[in-house]
């Protein structure tokens, strides 16, 4: 069975989460994709160069809390603005997303370009407030610089020419302002199994 959950949405609205409830209720295979953005970012700052890191890059780079900083997610959204990193990548997720057995994946482009076919296509948002406030929660540190640097990461994130964060057309749009994410797992889920019955 060939089956993709594409699972987009800004940096801290509860992605990762619904991803990995997803993955494991149904048993399909998940990719972050931040993580890739994340590694080549990581190696930039290392003195690489971008495209080059992007086309060497081996699963053993996905491992390792340095990749979960504020600094990274900045330096990965620097580098997903590179056109050259973003199509060195594409294949493999693609890849990915159509394997045997089902997958899910979360990202930033998912339902737009990596995998316009999915057949479930889901946009989690949530205000930069409440999104800051989460991220701070897990960081620690000065709530008002975790804030500063949640709307500069949606701001180049949402900008850039090369596919920019937008939900697509077809896709739900779950909003965890106010919503509990387990409310918005158990809505996830339910739309999943339904479209999983639909295709069958
Ligand atoms: O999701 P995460 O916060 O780990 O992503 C880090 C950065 O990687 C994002 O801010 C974004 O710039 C980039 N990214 C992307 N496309 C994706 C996933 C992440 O451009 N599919």
Known sequence: MIFTVAIDGPAAAGKGTLSRAVAERFG?????????????????????????????????????????????????SKVAALPGVRAALVQFQRNFARREGGAVLDGR????????????????????????????????GDEARVLAEVRERDARDMGRADAPLAAAADAVVLDTSTLDIETVVGQALGIITARLRETR
């Open 28 to 76: 399909f295979a998940h990719l972050d994709t931040g993580l890739l953005y994340r590694a080549v970012g990581a190696k930039v700052a290392g003195g690489a160069e971008p495209e080059a890191a992007a086309l060497a890059l081996q699963p053993a780079d996905l491992a390792g809390d340095h990749l979960r900083t504020l600094e990274a997610g900045q330096a990965a």
């Open 109 to 140: 482009d998912i339902g737009t370009v990596i995998c316009p076919e999915a057949e479930v296509k889901l946009f989690v948002t949530a205000t930069p407030e409440v999104r800051a406030h989460r991220r701070w929660l897990e960081v620690g």
